[in-house]
């Protein structure tokens, strides 16, 4: 299987929480990251967690981080079509990260 | 202003051309890495730069060519690709090797 692994869609109502959630394999991660991609553009560094938290809140950001479980989850608050874009979960492996292959988060009205 | 600008952010070859991305950050970051980005693959790191040095290659064939002449550009030469290169190319940069990276916009390749 893949080192990161991610759910391929998620839709979600305007004004809904989004819960976007990520397994990886290795336990030696010392940082974990969500990126966002919009159509046309890079990726964009949203927030990150060392392995050593549990959790980090950012304004509408929340990320849980499980380490028994290698599982890390990302939960927008109060999601806007302006969230509709390309979520990716990486982890940090001896100085190399690797992508999970995104999770595409869709907000209808 | 993402701070990783990449040109051209389009570019169409055929497979005898030679053509080389370019990519400049004004970060002062001492990292910087290449990335192949395909519908439905995840993201594929090509090579990392660490303080002008390249630190990893992961085995990406030999058409492809990184130079790094300084801490600020990174290029990306391009010589016989193939049908299957056709993909997004991403630079990013990072303040040392393994922090959080910053990423340019990419450059859209097609292969004829």
């Known amino acids: 299987g893949e080192d990161v692994e991610q759910s391929l869609f998620l839709s979600v109502r305007e004004g809904d929480s989004s819960v976007i959630n990520c397994t990886y394999t290795?336990?030696?991660?010392?940082?974990l990251y969500w990126y966002k991609q919009e159509p046309g553009a890079g990726l964009q560094l949203l927030t990150y967690?060392?392995?050593?938290?549990d959790m980090k809140q950012d304004q509408r950001l929340t990320v849980l981080l499980n380490k028994k479980d290698k599982h890390l989850s990302l939960r927008i608050a109060d999601t806007q079509t302006g969230d509709s874009a390309i979520y990716f979960c990486?982890?940090?492996?001896?100085?190399?990260?690797?992508f999970g292959r995104g999770t595409s988060l869709i907000v209808h009205p | 202003e993402t701070g990783v600008t990449q040109t051209p952010r389009h570019l169409v070859m055929g497979m005898t051309n030679k053509k080389s991305l370019k990519c400049e950050q004004h970060?002062?970051?001492?990292?910087m890495y290449w990335y192949k980005q395909s519908a439905k693959k995840p993201l594929e790191l090509m090579f990392v730069?660490?303080?002008?040095?390249?630190?990893e290659n992961n085995s990406v064939p030999s058409r492809f060519s990184p130079e790094c002449p300084n801490s600020s550009h990174l290029f990306l030469h391009l010589h016989t690709l193939q049908p299957e290169d056709s993909a997004l190319y991403l630079c990013?940069?990072?303040?040392?090797?393994?922090?959080?990276?910053?990423f340019g916009d990419g450059t859209r390749l097609s292969i004829l």
């Open positions: 990013a940069s990072s303040r040392t090797q393994g922090q959080p990276q910053h």
């Open positions: 730069y660490s303080l002008e040095e390249r630190v």
């Open positions: 970060l002062g970051h001492n990292a």
């Open positions: 290795d336990s030696s991660s010392t940082y």
């Open positions: 990486a982890e940090k492996v001896r100085e190399i990260p690797t």
């Open positions: 967690i060392f392995s050593n938290m």
